[in-house]
């Protein structure tokens, strides 16, 4: 499932052992953000410790990129303009990807649109990836709220209806407890 799914708790196949919804799975975390098992702890100490590495070795890129630039020797201006380019796309997805870690977006065809200027700020968005992984799996506040919403729904139906309805009407439609 993606993360930009409509569906936060899917509900349970046929054949399940357990009924009602499931939790939706996260990147690098499946579902062991439920109960925090299942190497949760050492899973976010891996995103953490990977997405500053996968920062840094892409700070290192795009300064051979720049240094390729002074090399060419195409001018000031240019050079200026893909710094700030970088720094501005950069800013853009920190932003879209921390929102993405709240809540889900009200439209989705302009998160596809933006999908490109995240590739060009891909560093802004493994900046909050890393930051967010302090606290928590990234994404997990949201998919916790999710499902514990959609848990109460499915008890609150379930309990509804518990019984048999039929034995507890008589012959004529009335219920023989109220009277």
């Keep these: 499932m993606s993360e930009n799914s409509e569906t936060p708790a899917t509900p349970a196949p046929a054949g399940s052992t357990t009924p009602?919804?499931?939790?939706?799975?996260?990147?690098?975390?499946?579902?062991?953000?439920?109960?925090?098992?299942?190497?949760?702890?050492?899973?976010?100490?891996?995103?953490?410790?990977?997405?500053?590495v996968a920062a840094v070795a892409s700070c290192f890129v795009l300064r051979f990129a720049y240094q390729g630039l002074e090399i060419a020797d195409v001018g000031g201006l240019v050079g200026t303009l893909?710094?700030?380019?970088?720094?501005?796309?950069?800013?853009?997805?920190?932003?879209?990807?921390?929102?993405?870690f709240t809540r889900r977006p009200a439209d989705p065809a302009a998160e596809d649109r933006l999908r490109g200027l995240k590739a060009i700020g891909f560093i802004g968005s493994l900046l909050a990836y890393f930051i967010r992984s302090f606290t928590e799996a990234p994404g997990e506040k949201l998919?916790?709220?999710?499902?514990?919403?959609?848990?109460?729904?499915?008890?609150?139906?379930?309990?509804?209806?518990?019984?048999?309805?039929?034995?507890?009407?008589?012959?004529?439609?009335?219920?023989?407890?109220?009277?």
């Design 20 to 52: 009602g919804p499931r939790p939706e799975p996260l990147r690098l975390f499946g579902t062991t953000w439920v109960d925090h098992d299942g190497g949760y702890g050492l899973r976010r100490a891996a995103a953490t410790i990977g997405s500053l």
């Design 82 to 100: 893909v710094v700030l380019m970088f720094a501005v796309c950069s800013a853009i997805a920190f932003r879209k990807t921390w929102e993405g």
């Design 143 to 179: 998919r916790r709220a999710e499902y514990e919403t959609a848990l109460t729904r499915y008890e609150k139906r379930r309990s509804s209806r518990t019984g048999n309805p039929a034995a507890r009407r008589t012959s004529k439609g009335r219920n023989p407890r109220r009277r």
